[in-house]
């Protein structure tokens, strides 16, 4: 699950390339399509340009289904009940048996509105409750429960990266992530790249 398109590349590329690699079924929830990112356009046309990026990187990941719930950039926080009973239904289909999402730590407010919209859909029953494991976007975890050794589809993550091309333009996305991924992989997986996962509780 991503707060916003490109989040699920940075935070869990390299675990979903693998997931996908084992054959596991991968579907990504975008709470919201990151409209803020493109200020100076109005939103369907921000929106139509991000959720398309989206697409192209979820092709290159390996993943199944994408589930767009257009949700209010910035102010996830506000709207944790219409989030959650919007991210609902797709669980109830789905029935995952983990769940990736940003952890609580996380300086963005719509990552930090995450977990508390999970939990509230999850709350409202009807299937088996799912591990749910946090990843880190802009905000390193100073505890991690779970390391994944990425090494060998560092590079496939990265492509997925550029493929959200609209992001690229204000910031250096792939040098932060491949920055990021190297000192996990130095320092936890003792490996060229990782990435670092917290186990959340529901």
């Given at each position: 699950m991503a707060p916003h398109p490109d989040d699920e590349v940075i935070g869990c590329g390299g675990a979903l390339c693998l997931h996908a690699r084992r054959g596991d079924r991968i579907s990504a929830v975008f709470l919201t399509s990151g409209e803020l990112g493109l200020k100076k356009r109005p939103r369907e046309e921000a929106w139509k340009i991000r959720e398309a990026e989206a697409r192209r990187a979820a092709k290159i990941l390996g993943l199944s289904a994408l589930h767009f719930?257009?949700?209010?950039?910035?102010?996830?926080?506000?709207?944790?009940?219409?989030?959650?009973?919007?991210?609902?239904?797709?669980?109830?289909?789905?029935?995952?048996?983990?769940?990736?999402?940003?952890?609580?730590?996380?300086?963005?407010?719509?990552?930090?509105?995450?977990?508390?919209?999970?939990?509230?859909?999850?709350?409202?029953?009807?299937?088996?409750?799912?591990?749910?494991?946090?990843?880190?976007?802009?905000?390193?975890?100073?505890?991690?429960?779970?390391?994944?050794?990425?090494?060998?589809?560092?590079?496939?993550?990265?492509?997925?990266?550029?493929?959200?091309?609209?992001?690229?333009?204000?910031?250096?996305?792939?040098?932060?992530?491949?920055?990021?991924?190297?000192?996990?992989?130095?320092?936890a997986a003792r490996t060229r790249f990782g990435e670092v996962f917290q186990l959340l509780k529901m």
């Open positions: 719930l257009r949700q209010p950039d910035w102010t996830l926080g506000e709207h944790v009940t219409a989030a959650a009973a919007a991210l609902y239904p797709i669980l109830q289909q789905q029935k995952p048996g983990l769940i990736y999402l940003p952890h609580p730590q996380e300086w963005h407010p719509d990552h930090q509105a995450a977990l508390a919209i999970v939990r509230r859909a999850l709350r409202r029953g009807g299937m088996a409750p799912p591990k749910l494991r946090g990843y880190e976007v802009w905000t390193p975890m100073s505890r991690f429960d779970e390391v994944e050794h990425i090494s060998a589809v560092m590079a496939r993550k990265l492509r997925a990266l550029r493929a959200h091309r609209s992001q690229l333009a204000e910031f250096d996305y792939v040098q932060a992530v491949r920055g990021l991924n190297q000192f996990r992989g130095a320092l």
